[in-house]
DNA sequence: TCTGGGGTCCTAGGACCC
DNA sequence: TCTGGGGTCCTAGGACCC
């Protein structure tokens, strides 16, 4: 029989703050943007903070309100990743198979693990006072025969906590689960159970594949379907298909300067190149994204021939579809550019460099070697300079 | 109190081909 | 002459997650 455990960090953020910095332990740390940040939101909120009913994505202004003596933070993304690999660490010792779902939760596949740790609720106390030894943090921990159920049962019993499911139990269980709790019907689909007055998995359960797909759509129906009898969720299958990388940036007043927009285009695509010769994937599919002031959001993208071989080839791409779907005169809220369908370099060797001009290799080796400075050198960011969009690099000290 | 940023997956319609 | 059915690729938008 398998056996999967799902950890979750508690309120990961505001606890690495707490925990390096004495002084806002037992206080209420919302991390996510300082009290006068405009347009920022709480990414997230320390028990001690949601007492007053703050909590993530709510907007900063409003955390303020419900909680003016906060300790609020605008966050160290750096420590946080920092210490997610320590803890990761911890949970690799304690099986070979960790699956890492986001920078704080992970399945752990213990299937084979009992003989050297003993059974999986013994297993999962070790692992909690490890990961609190080792790194000074709290893991709620979630136990049962596939990675779905796990996860539900680690939302169950946080700050702190752990819960076993029996094998078999899985289908009492989610039929005894009130439809608020199902991982993965959000706000559209809790509508949708509501119209249709469905409150707990039994409702969900006593209606025919057919009918749940009528209802929420062919994937979601059925996804529901499997849900409630305790199946595990195509959802955490291991291999992934397509990929995507995507930069975006909200403004804290909304541009109206064209020139100010592609600016911040230029911005974001440089981060979003950096990234792409980092990870050494290639794209031929670029997208931009454009929220306006009214909060209406528009989105274009086209597939080319090549994939993108050169910064300027990219900030090309992007700023055609860019001008083309801009609707002159409006009030920008947000700008976002994307590249998707991903593909490692080896499922199109051959075709890669296909119509590239000597002109975009030597761009791209340059771009290379930049990349390379740049991390040999962190604190020395070279960026291109936005007026000058020929061959001139412009090196900045950011402190 | 106005609504972040980075992802994955799904839907629906159009173009095009056999 | 009054119109099919499937497959693939593409685009735009939306749901959902942390």
């Given at each position: 029989m398998s056996c999967f455990i799902h950890a979750d960090l508690?309120?990961?953020?505001?606890?690495?703050?707490?925990?390096?910095?004495?002084?806002?332990?037992?206080?209420?740390?919302?991390?996510?943007?300082?009290?006068?940040?405009?347009?920022?939101?709480?990414?997230?909120?320390?028990?001690?903070?949601?007492?007053?009913?703050?909590?993530?994505?709510?907007?900063?202004?409003?955390?303020?309100?419900?909680?003016?003596?906060?300790?609020?933070?605008?966050?160290?993304?750096?420590r946080?990743?920092?210490?997610?690999?320590?803890?990761?660490?911890?949970?690799?010792?304690?099986?070979?198979?960790?699956?890492?779902?986001?920078?704080d939760e992970a399945f752990l596949d213990i299937t084979g693990a009992q003989g050297l740790f003993g059974p999986p609720v013994a297993l999962a106390k070790k692992?909690?006072?490890?990961?609190?030894?080792?790194?000074?943090?709290?893991?709620?921990?979630?136990?049962?025969?596939?990675?779905?159920?796990?996860?539900?049962?680690?939302?169950?019993?946080?700050?702190?906590?752990?819960?076993?499911?029996?094998?078999g139990g899985g289908e009492a269980f989610m039929r005894a689960l009130p439809v608020g709790k199902i991982w993965g019907a959000g706000p559209r689909t809790r509508e949708l159970f509501e119209k249709h007055g469905l409150t707990t998995g039994e409702d969900l359960y006593r209606?025919?594949?057919?009918?749940?797909?009528?209802?929420f759509g062919d994937a979601m129906g059925l996804f529901l379907y499997r849900a409630v009898r305790g199946e595990a969720a195509a959802a955490f299958n291991e291999e992934r298909g397509s990929r995507s990388m995507s930069a975006e940036r909200t403004f804290a007043f909304d541009l109206y300067d064209t020139f100010a927009m592609e600016t911040a285009l230029f911005d974001i695509c440089q981060d979003l190149m950096w990234r792409l010769l980092d990870c050494r994937w290639h794209s031929r599919t670029v997208s931009v994204k454009i929220r306006y002031g009214d909060f209406s959001t528009e989105?274009?993208?086209?597939?080319?021939?090549?994939?993108?071989?050169?910064?300027?080839?990219?900030?090309?791409?992007?700023?055609?579809?860019?001008?083309?779907?801009?609707?002159?005169?409006?009030?920008?809220?947000l700008l976002g550019a994307g590249l998707m369908n991903l593909e490692t370099q080896s499922a199109r060797q051959g075709e890669l460099f296909d119509g590239g001009t000597p002109q975009a290799e030597k761009e791209r080796h340059l771009e290379e070697a930049i990349l390379e400075i740049n991390?040999?050198?962190?604190?020395?960011?070279?960026?291109?300079?936005?007026?000058?969009?020929?061959?001139?690099?412009?090196?900045?000290?950011?402190?």
């Open positions: 508690d309120a990961f953020y505001a606890s690495v703050e707490q925990l390096d910095h004495s002084e806002y332990r037992g206080k209420p740390v919302i991390v996510g943007g300082l009290p006068g940040d405009r347009r920022s939101v709480v990414s997230t909120a320390s028990y001690e903070a949601r007492v007053f009913g703050v909590h993530s994505a709510m907007p900063v202004a409003e955390a303020l309100r419900l909680c003016p003596q906060g300790i609020f933070l605008r966050g160290r993304m750096d946080y990743r920092e210490k997610s690999r320590e803890i990761m660490a911890v949970f690799g010792s304690f099986s070979p198979d960790v699956q890492q779902l986001s920078i692992l909690k006072e490890r990961v609190r030894a080792e790194t000074g943090l709290t893991v709620s921990v979630g136990i049962a025969e596939n990675k779905y159920l796990a996860k539900i049962v680690s939302g169950l019993s946080k700050p702190d906590g752990l819960s076993a499911l029996e094998n209606l025919s594949g057919k009918v749940l797909a009528a209802i989105s274009g993208r086209k597939t080319f021939e090549n994939p993108v071989r050169s910064f300027s080839e990219l900030y090309e791409r992007l700023l055609a579809l860019f001008q083309q779907k801009y609707r002159s005169g409006r009030g920008v809220r991390k040999k050198f962190p604190k020395a960011a070279l960026r291109r300079g936005r007026s000058c969009l020929e061959d001139t690099w412009q090196k900045e000290f950011n402190h």
